[in-house]
């Protein structure tokens, strides 16, 4: 098993630009997750998934939007980037309920200038 | 204030010593995890726990639901124990991370 996957490792956007950062794992997990990564901050849920077609936010929401059309899929999407948006963006998945183990992966790390 | 504070923040150990990672929460949760993220990024999950205390090799998390506090233990510290340990707290639908502790074991 691969595990959580996540493309691309490193990318520069301009303000402005949109893209999608992509996550999937093979573990049949049902729950999967976003979180954001600061410079001496703590990890913040962004979205996270129970299953397919099911997603709710989590606390840093905003500027970000998801998908689960697939058990193994989890794209986030940021449609206007914005320089408060740089950070490290880390996938996880949990097989149950949200108590249970998480599997990250191994991280996106965005710029935006 | 954050729900979640660790103590110390950072930490340098000569190998062999007996480490101790402490975490407070503020919130009601169900359960509190122990998170080991490497210097090149990765974060792997060590510990879940709801009560009690779990082992896994030389490392031993234990839990105290009414003190709210929580602690990860490494005996016989080694180098390649060099990371950051992150406590998250999780209750109801929202996740408490910690910032973290920086830990650094000297040959």
């Known amino acids: 098993n691969a595990g959580v996957t996540q493309t691309p490792k490193f990318r520069i956007l301009k303000i402005g630009q949109s893209m999608t950062l992509q996550c999937t794992q093979d573990m049949n997990h049902n729950y999967m997750y976003w979180y954001r990564q600061d410079p001496g901050m703590g990890l913040k849920l962004i979205y996270y998934s129970v299953g397919a077609g099911i997603t709710d936010k989590g606390e840093v929401p905003n500027g970000y939007n998801v998908s689960r059309s697939t058990t193994e899929d989890f794209p986030l999407r940021l449609e206007l980037a914005a320089p408060s948006q740089t950070s490290v963006y880390f996938c996880?998945?949990?097989?149950?309920?949200?108590?249970?183990?998480?599997?990250f992966g191994p991280g996106t790390r965005l710029l935006v200038l | 204030k954050n729900e979640v504070e660790q103590s110390p923040q950072n930490l340098t150990a000569q190998e062999g010593e007996f480490i101790t990672i402490n975490c407070s929460y503020s919130v009601g949760i169900s359960a509190l995890h122990w998170l080991q993220q490497h210097p090149g990024g990765g974060i792997v999950s060590l510990f879940m726990l709801s009560s009690g205390k779990k082992k896994h090799g030389r490392l031993i998390a234990t839990i105290n639901i009414q003190e709210k506090h929580s602690s990860l233990h490494i005996t016989a510290s080694h180098p390649r124990d060099s990371a950051v340990y992150i406590c998250a707290a999780m209750g109801g639908n929202q996740f408490y991370f910690g910032t973290g502790t920086s830990l650094t074991v000297i040959p």
């Open positions: 996880a998945s949990s097989y149950g309920n949200r108590i249970e183990t998480q599997y």
